[in-house]
Each structure stands twice: as structure tokens, then as C-alpha cells.
């Protein structure tokens, strides 16, 4: 029976605080901690059973005084990520040249970064290959327990007074790299603005309307993130802790650089934003040569579509 273990170090206070924007918007050292889950390759049974450390788990206690030593001085949360990624991987080879991990959770918690919340957190999930190369990381940001007074409710005694809502932020990206691009204060405080100035009668339109304002922040930005957020209503049922919706905004969807096959044998590839290029491969009957055809609508064509196509590489497929 297959069986998985992990290894967490729970809120690791950081020896040197993170310099970030504080809830004025001014750079300021703040106190940090790092929780670290570390997801096994294999159980670590053969340690439970001679009640020793072995190459079956991780020393939680050398990984959390390597991470303290190799961040001391560090004030950049993606240096951070970068030392502590490194001591993992130390920590995570076998003798054999191996890792230990199949994949790693990375929590950045930064308590007085929220105006409205209990701190930004900074969440990367990692995967690693049997040799211990990181194959993929993901970048999750959030905010939980923001509280805000609001105008909202369809009762008549509900539009007479404001009332509590508690919101949950999670903001995803397949980058890591924008880590330092990010500003949630400026996110925080637009959030803030639009619940407290809104009149709505429903969760769900308000919901909605802050999810495409937070959207709006993104723009121009070269990554188009996954947007949740989640509204808490705790006035709303006499008898239940609280009314709740949730909304989810796939932005990374619309600019999907994948390409997906027609019909017809082409294949779409985007370029752009709303913009793809149409690659139709055939093959000459009497030649048996390839012959490629590029097109594109250039009514809606970008600068990146309209360049010429100066070269074409045709990789022969599997037999």
C-alpha cells in the first residue's frame, strides 16, 4: 500500500526583517516567518522504526538553522525564495545523488503588511525531479480576515446603517519572478475603496464588481493572474456564522499561449492578446515535401503578428 509522509516547519521567524511597502505605502523593515512543507518522495518508515534520523525524512531541526544562517541580512522576498530553495535542495539529497522530495510549499508570512487583514502571505509550491531540480513553481499571494463596514442587504433595515463584511483574498500566477512586481497594498487599499464606498443589495453583484476592479490592476502587466475572493457576511443569518460567496476570475485564460488545432488540420497560435497566428502544415503529394501556410486576420493583428515570417522550423513528428 502506497503510503506518503511530510515534514513541516511551522512559522520560522526570519533573524532579519523584509524591507516592503508598510500600510502607508513607505518601505519599512518588518518582521517575517516561513512555514516550510516538504512532501516526501517515500515514507519515512524505516525511521519510526529504529527511532532514528535516516535518509527516509529530513533534520527539521539543521533545515530551520540552515534557512536562519543563509537568510541573516537578506531584506528581498524572492532572495529569500532563492536561499531557502537552495538550502532544500541541500538538505533533500540522498547519498545516491537524489532528492528526498517529490515537492516543497514555501510561506512567506508578513503580519503588518495588511491595512485591512492579518498580513500578506507569499505562497510558492514547488516540484522537484528525482535529481532535484526544481521542475515547476507556482506563485499564490493572500490576504484573510479583512474587515470592512459596508452598506449591503435587500432588507429595509439592512439600508439604514452599515455593517461587517470579512473578505479573503487569493491572488495566483505561474511566475515566480513577479514576486518583487507585486503591490498588495495598492490592491488592498483599491478593495478597500470599492467595499466601503459600494451600495449594493447582494453579495454576489459586489462580489463581482470588486473582483474586476482588482482585475483592472493588472493591466499592462505582463502576467495575467487567477483572482479569487471570498465575502463574508456575519450579520446576515441570526442562527449561522456567516452568509458567504465566492468569485473566481481566470484573467491567464484570455492570453493563453497555447496552441489549439482546428478542424481542418490548422493550428492556432497566439501572438497577442485577441491575436493568433494560423499554421496549416500539408503535404506535397507528388514531392512528398511539407508546405507550410501562415495567415492571420490583420484587422485585428498586432505589431507582434504583423512582422514578417522569416523562418519556420518543422520538427518531424514521431512515427
Known amino acids: 500500500m502506497a503510503s506518503a509522509s511530510t515534514v513541516e516547519i511551522k512559522r520560522l521567524q526570519l533573524p532579519s526583517g523584509i524591507l516592503v511597502d508598510n500600510i502607508f505605502g513607505k518601505p519599512q523593515e518588518q518582521p517575517a516567518y516561513v512555514t516550510l512543507t516538504l512532501h516526501l518522495r517515500t515514507s519515512f518508515q524505516t525511521a519510526a522504526d529504529k527511532d532514528a534520523l535516516d535518509e527516509s525524512t529530513i533534520h527539521y531541526g539543521q533545515l530551520a538553522k540552515g534557512i536562519r544562517k543563509h537568510c541573516t541580512g537578506v531584506q528581498a522576498r524572492l532572495e529569500i525564495l532563492k536561499r531557502t530553495i ?9 547519498a545516491d545523488g537524489t532528492s528526498r522530495l517529490t515537492s516543497a510549499t514555501f510561506c512567506l508570512h508578513l503580519p503588518k503588511s495588511s491595512l485591512y487583514g492579518d498580513g500578506w502571505d507569499w505562497i510558492i509550491l514547488m ?3 528525482e535529481a532535484g531540480e526544481p521542475t515547476s513553481m507556482e506563485l499564490t499571494t493572500r490576504v484573510e480576515g479583512m474587515r470592512f463596514m459596508a452598506l ?13 463584511l470579512v473578505a479573503k483574498l487569493v491572488i495566483r500566477a505561474n511566475a515566480v519572478d513577479v514576486m518583487e512586481q507585486f503591490e498588495p497594498d495598492e490592491i488592498e487599499r483599491r478593495l478597500g475603496e470599492v467595499v466601503e464606498d459600494s451600495s449594493f443589495e447582494t453579495l454576489e453583484a459586489l462580489a463581482e464588481r470588486a473582483v474586476s476592479e482588482i482585475e483592472h490592476q493588472f493591466d499592462g502587466r505582463t502576467y495575467a493572474p487567477t483572482i479569487t475572493l471570498r465575502l463574508e457576511k456575519p450579520k446576515a443569518i441570526a442562527f449561522a456564522d456567516a452568509a458567504v460567496v465566492e468569485v473566481t476570475r481566470d484573467s491567464s485564460k484570455e492570453i493563453s499561449s497555447a496552441p489549439t488545432a482546428s478542424s481542418d488540420g490548422a493550428f492556432a497560435i497566439p501572438v497577442d492578446k485577441g491575436v ?5 502544415v500539408d503535404v506535397d503529394e507528388k514531392t512528398g515535401k511539407a508546405i507550410a501556410s501562415v495567415s492571420t486576420d490583420q484587422e485585428q493583428a498586432s505589431d507582434v503578428a504583423r512582422k514578417p515570417l522569416t523562418r519556420l522550423n518543422i520538427i518531424r513528428p514521431y512515427a
Open 127 to 129: 516540484h522537484f525531479s
Open 152 to 164: 449591503i442587504g435587500v432588507n429595509d433595515y439592512e439600508r439604514t446603517s452599515r455593517q461587517p
Open 86 to 94: 537552495s538550502v532544500i535542495r541541500q538538505m533533500a539529497e540522498k
Open 276 to 280: 493568433s497566428l494560423s499554421l496549416k
